[in-house]
Structure formats: structure tokens, C-alpha cells
């Protein structure tokens, strides 16, 4: 009897334990993953030696896929999308896009997500169909402005991807660059040319998390970093002339919270 009851204890036990075991279990540990993004993401910009997604993949196991191009804005996400489709076609298990604060720096109008047209539809509620007068809103695909350039580029992913996760990542908070005198971005305390603050790119990435259904990460409010004070300096390339691109340890400190962020997320369907 006392050896049925020790067997009976020992099975419920490994059953408990597997289970936690595969709670506990990171849900990117392992995968495939593409990032798409602008010189934070990009392997060759010397700000750091490891960027977010080498801590991602020194941590997790992550396989990284890595398409980020200094200067670029939201206008070039179809084309790092083609080229990953390119390269490792349907081969892969989710996409990251961090992006959106060259697009800021260039002045690129907020604009719309939607344009309104006046249509008639077939509708009836107790009563038999009946064609009747409606407002019907489409997704504006104005590459001219940061949610036309939203719009269209999830709109590709979707598409092309259709299967895939997808997770936008907000710009984090910026204060000056200046490389050279054909290169001088003040801090994000001020406008840019169209009027608007950092602040309202931020919004729009975030709104698109309910536009388009994808999972949308607040760097920028959780991983800390403020580069708009001395004391934060420690977080970025350099303390007078590059406070936009983090080094190695700001790196690190985004990537920690990534980590716990993405344990949120599926990263396959």
C-alpha cells in the first residue's frame, strides 16, 4: 500500500513539475525572429557593440534575423519586409519593428489613419433588408504621413505574413545628436519642423495596436531611459555630442525589459 501511495505521489509530482516547467518556459525562447528598425537595430552602427537583439539572443536562444537600417523611417518597412521574405521566405516565427524616430526627426506629418467615404450598404435590424445611406471609413495609405506610412506597411505585413507575430516597439526618448553641421537633431524637447513633439510618434505606434491588432511595446515609458538629464548620459554613446543612440549598457537595459515584456506575448500561432 505504502509503495502504491509513494508511485501515486511521485507521478502527481513530475506532473505538477512539467507542468510549471512549461508555464515558466520564455515563449521566444529559441525562435526566429526578423527585426526590422532604423540605427539603434542596426548591426553596423558603432554606437555599441551589442545592440538589444544580441542580448535577446545571448539570453533566450534567439535566432536573430536582422534588417534595421541607420536614417530609415517607417516608409522603408516594406522593404526590409521583402527582403526577409527574400532570404528566409515563410522560415521564421515573428517580427519586431522598432522604428519611428527618424520620422520625427524629418518633420513627417502625423496625418491620418482613415479617409471617410459616403456609400450605401444593405442592412436591417427587424425589419427586411433595405439598402441604406452609411459612413465608411478606409485605411488612409499616405506614405507622405507616419500612420499612412503605419497603414501601409502593416497592411504588407499582413499580407505577406498573414500567419506571423507581429510587435511594434515605440521610439524611446531622444535628446541631441549632433554629428556634423549637416547633421544637428536638438533635443526632443522641442518641435520638429511640422510642429509636432516626439511624443505624438509615440501616441500613433501605440494607437496602431488597436487599428491593425498587433501587440505594441511602450519602450519609451518602461525601459527607463531618459537622455534629457545628465545623469542618464552613462546610458548613451556620448555625453555631448550622441544621446539619441544608447550604448552597450543602454542596450542591455532595454533588452532586460524586452525580455519580460515579450513573456506576455506568443511568439508562434
Known amino acids: 500500500m505504502k509503495s502504491k501511495l509513494f508511485c501515486t505521489i511521485t507521478a502527481i509530482l513530475m506532473a505538477v513539475t512539467s507542468v510549471a516547467q512549461t508555464i515558466t518556459a520564455h515563449p521566444w525562447q529559441g525562435k526566429r525572429v526578423a527585426y526590422f528598425g532604423d540605427s539603434i537595430t542596426?548591426?553596423?552602427?558603432?554606437?555599441s557593440v551589442k545592440k538589444y537583439w544580441s542580448y535577446l539572443q545571448e539570453?533566450?536562444?534567439?535566432?536573430?534575423?536582422?534588417?534595421?537600417?541607420?536614417?530609415?523611417?517607417?516608409?522603408?518597412?516594406?522593404?526590409?519586409a521583402e527582403k526577409l521574405r527574400a532570404e528566409h521566405g515563410n522560415d521564421f516565427d515573428a517580427i519586431l519593428i522598432f522604428i519611428g524616430?527618424?520620422?520625427?526627426?524629418?518633420?513627417?506629418?502625423?496625418g491620418e489613419w482613415f479617409?471617410?467615404?459616403?456609400?450605401?450598404?444593405?442592412?436591417?435590424?427587424?425589419?427586411?433588408?433595405?439598402?441604406?445611406?452609411?459612413?465608411?471609413r478606409y485605411p488612409?495609405?499616405?506614405?507622405?504621413?507616419?500612420?499612412?506610412r503605419i497603414n501601409i506597411a502593416?497592411?504588407?505585413l499582413k499580407r505577406m505574413f498573414p500567419t506571423k507575430q507581429i510587435v511594434i516597439i515605440t521610439p524611446i526618448h531622444r535628446a541631441g545628436f549632433y554629428a556634423n553641421d549637416k547633421n544637428w537633431q536638438p533635443t526632443e524637447d522641442y518641435t520638429n519642423k511640422c510642429g509636432e513633439y516626439i511624443s505624438a510618434y509615440v501616441d500613433a505606434s501605440k494607437e496602431a495596436a488597436n487599428i491593425w491588432a498587433v501587440p505594441v511595446i511602450d519602450l519609451n515609458a518602461s525601459c527607463g531611459l531618459y537622455p534629457l538629464i545628465d545623469e542618464?548620459?552613462?546610458?548613451?554613446?556620448?555625453?555631448?555630442?550622441?544621446?539619441?543612440?544608447?550604448?552597450?549598457k543602454g542596450h542591455e537595459r532595454m533588452a532586460r525589459t524586452l525580455a519580460y515584456q515579450l513573456l506576455t506575448l506568443p511568439c508562434c500561432f
Not at 140 to 148: E, L, S, V
Open 101 to 110: 524616430t527618424n520620422d520625427y526627426n524629418a518633420g513627417v506629418p502625423i
Open 232 to 248: 542618464h548620459a552613462q546610458y548613451f554613446n556620448k555625453a555631448d555630442t550622441d544621446r539619441l543612440h544608447p550604448n552597450d
Open 115 to 136: 479617409t471617410e467615404k459616403d456609400e450605401q450598404v444593405m442592412a436591417g435590424i427587424h425589419e427586411p433588408k433595405h439598402m441604406v445611406d452609411r459612413k465608411r
Open 42 to 47: 542596426d548591426p553596423r552602427n558603432k554606437a
Open 140 to 148: 488612409a495609405m499616405d506614405k507622405g504621413t507616419y500612420r499612412g
Open 59 to 80: 539570453w533566450l536562444g534567439i535566432n536573430p534575423y536582422v534588417y534595421g537600417v541607420s536614417g530609415r523611417q517607417w516608409n522603408d518597412i516594406p522593404r526590409q
Open 154 to 156: 502593416l497592411d504588407t
